[in-house]
């Protein structure tokens, strides 16, 4: 039996309920306050973050704090034995502050310094700044430290953006130096002989100029490395005075910053995840959020926290949905399945002015319990009480998928091999997710630099840069018995984002897949492309299947053909391969294709890995199936993806465990319906 992880926050062993509270908002109506008390209660509550936005109310005036609100705040909540996330203020900063030492707003890309405006965006290079936020940071933890409701610390929040202030731009090109070591050696990894670009001072180059992707691609590596140095000065300030564990809350696959260094300096991972649930199709929405709580739990193979989602609705997306009755649960549900032991929402409550005045909450503008959104939250808080024994539980996953930002960024800021809205990175490691997840087959999201030992099947969809090591540990991994499936547009640049020479897939990849893909073509509707499984295959495959976007013409050098092209100029080319390689074997799709085609190849390729589902009955279509296992035992969280009532036929006992009984052999869900069992042989 797996062991159990320990709690977020230590010693205290319950799933997190609760939310972004903003009482600094609220301190002129005491008798809220204390209906806010009350309501937490009720809805099951028992972990909030706040003063993520309190600076104000912090600092009102340079040097001058007042912590009596956050005392009795603090104390209020542990009164009734919830926990905080005490957090750091930088996301927002003061207007005097600002009008005071106006270096601390960023400058924009056009040179112009920002007005005091909006949020998240301060100058992340700037001595003030960084003085201002220790001397807080410092002050709140000297304080709070030891204090019954603290539970950790919510580093800032959604770090995010750049700033081209000649501080920052200095750092930028002492980054570049320290990465370097030489000017020679820059201009030769960047190839900047292209266009007459060669640099003869580091005060030549610019981050606004794209021509050099590999500059580009720095850029965002040096905007991932400054927003890690100031969280760790951050932290670093905390750190004076308490030792609870810090996170800072991430924003699922967000383009603008490396979220695996964000991670090495968090004690657990926290996101914020906001699914448009007016989509059409509610599993590829629901499935998209399972890969992302996937990767979540892989960043440190423990459990995280959902810190924000919204109980309801948002005020920012294009289209401003409720969610449907069941959704709310099931989606609470499904986080913690994937391994959350915590399911948070921003926000609390709805504040009376403001621009967020009109996003979701627990509490609405009518202020009771007496709302659909309050009653839907608080049977969650019920169900995460119900089946607490399930926290900590582990998830052991067969399987990963290599999503690697690096590789994303080189690929999204290179000009081909095909075009920038045929790309779809993220997408295509969403399409490879699909499959497994439909499967009910645990999977781990992880970076190309991760371990890759303990799994017995790997997929690098788009892999276009290879890092260094990367090709090493595939083979590696190949040989000692694993199964790699690698697609179009893989090991095509190193890590300055320099193509490979001598043939792709590069780095010594082609020969373990044994293809060599001459050239890559983008097509349209106008010249469909499909392709065909050969007869016999070693997997059983058949029949015709539409690709989609783009295709590679492939040699298969020493590979064995699974499948060919049917159309076009490379008619009866491989489009899938595989070669063995010591004890394993390393599969080529030679373009990317519809659901259809990568379902049947992921599920056959399963098949032969010894990859399965985590559940030992077979459910009917569009359910699916988490497990977490501890000392108690293992839980299975299933979901109802679809819009109609499915029956299961279980042939083996379980509880129920929100029900709280023994389930018979034919269980119904209703739509979007979600369920909690636990073995019962445990
Ligand atoms: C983000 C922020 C919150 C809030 C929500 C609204 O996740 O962290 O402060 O603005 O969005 O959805
Ligand atoms: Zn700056």
Redesign the pocket.
């Known amino acids: 039996m797996m062991k159990t992880h320990a709690p977020i926050i230590p010693h205290f062993d319950a799933l997190l309920h609760g939310g972004?509270y903003n009482p600094d908002q609220w301190q002129h109506r005491p008798d809220i306050i204390q209906e806010d008390y009350r309501l937490q209660k009720l809805a099951g509550c028992n972990a909030f973050s706040v003063g993520?936005?309190a600076w104000t109310s912090y600092e009102p005036a340079d040097g001058q704090y007042e912590f009596d609100w956050l005392d009795r705040t603090l104390d209020g909540l542990a009164a009734q034995g919830s926990r905080v996330f005490l957090a750091t203020p930088s996301?927002g900063k003061p207007a005097w502050m600002s009008r005071k030492y106006p270096e601390i707003r960023r400058v924009a890309e056009n040179g112009l310094r920002d007005t005091h405006k909006r949020?998240h965006n301060h100058c992340q290079s700037s001595p003030v700044y960084r003085e201002k936020i220790a001397a807080i940071n410092e002050r709140l933890a000297e304080r709070y430290a030891h204090h019954r409701a603290l539970g950790g610390w919510h580093i800032s929040?959604?770090y995010s953006g750049s700033c081209y202030c000649d501080g920052c731009l200095g750092a930028f090109r002492r980054w570049l130096e320290e990465r370097y070591g030489s000017l020679d050696q820059l201009n030769r990894a960047w190839w900047t002989e292209f266009w007459s670009h060669r640099f003869t001072d580091f005060a030549e180059i610019d981050p606004r100029d794209e021509s050099i992707d590999c500059l580009a691609l720095d850029w965002k590596r040096f905007t991932t490395w400054i927003t890690c140095d100031f969280m760790q000065h951050e932290i670093a300030a905390v750190r004076q005075h308490s030792d609870l564990p810090v996170t800072t809350?991430l924003?699922g696959y967000f383009d603008g910053l490396d979220y695996y260094r964000l991670a090495e300096l968090c004690d657990f991972i926290s996101d914020?995840n906001?699914p448009e649930w007016n989509g059409p199709d509610k599993a590829h929405i629901i499935q998209s959020v399972a890969m992302t709580h996937d990767q979540h739990r892989s960043m440190k193979q423990k459990p995280f926290v959902l810190i924000?989602s919204?109980p309801s609705n948002?005020?920012?997306q294009s289209c401003m949905h409720h969610k449907r009755p069941g959704i709310h649960r099931l989606q609470m549900l499904q986080a913690i399945g994937h391994g959350a032991d915590g399911a948070m929402y921003?926000?609390w409550r709805k504040g009376q002015g403001g621009?967020?005045k009109f996003?979701?909450a627990v509490v609405d503008h009518e202020g009771s319990e007496n709302s659909r959104v309050f009653r839907e939250v608080a049977e969650v808080g019920a169900s995460l009480k119900q089946i607490a024994a399930a926290r900590g539980g582990h998830v052991d996953a067969p399987a990963a998928i290599i999503y690697d930002w690096d590789a994303r960024w080189g690929f999204e800021l290179s000009a081909g091999p095909i075009s920038g809205p045929k790309k779809q990175y993220v997408a295509t490691c969403q399409a490879f997710h699909r499959p497994l997840w439909a499967g009910s087959v645990p999977v781990d999201v992880i970076e190309s630099t991760a371990c890759f030992d303990g799994y017995r099947l790997i997929i690098a969809p788009q892999l276009f840069m290879l890092k260094p090591g990367v090709a090493d540990a595939m083979k590696r991994f190949v040989k000692a018995g694993g199964t790699l499936l690698m697609t179009t547009l893989s090991g095509i640049v190193n890590e300055n984002n320099s193509c490979f020479l001598g043939g792709w897939p590069g780095d010594g990849l082609r020969e373990l897949f044994g293809v060599w893909v001459e050239e890559t073509d983008e097509f349209n509707d106008h010249h469909p492309v499909s392709m065909t499984f050969a007869a016999g295959n070693r997997l059983g495959l058949t029949g015709d299947f539409a690709m989609n976007a783009n295709i590679d013409c492939v040699h298969a050098e020493s590979a064995e053909v699974l499948a060919t092209f049917k159309d076009g100029f490379y008619a009866g080319q491989p489009s899938f391969t595989v070669k063995e390689s010591g004890k394993g074997r390393a599969y080529y799709l030679a373009g990317r294709c519809g659901e259809d085609a990568l379902t049947a190849i992921v599920e056959s390729i399963c098949r032969e890995a010894g990859v399965a589902s985590c559940i030992p009955e077979k459910l009917p279509p569009g359910v699916v199936a988490q497990l977490r296992e501890n000392e108690s035992g293992r839980f299975y969280f299933l979901q109802n993806t679809t819009e109609q009532a499915q029956e299961l036929q279980l042939a083996h006992a379980y509880v129920d465990l929100i029900a709280g009984d023994a389930t018979g052999s034919v269980v119904q869900m209703p739509p979007m319906g979600s369920l909690v069992l636990k073995a019962k042989s445990d």
């Open positions: 972004d993520i936005f996301g949020r929040n959604e809350n924003m914020d906001y924000e919204t948002t005020n920012w921003f926000q621009f967020e996003h979701g």
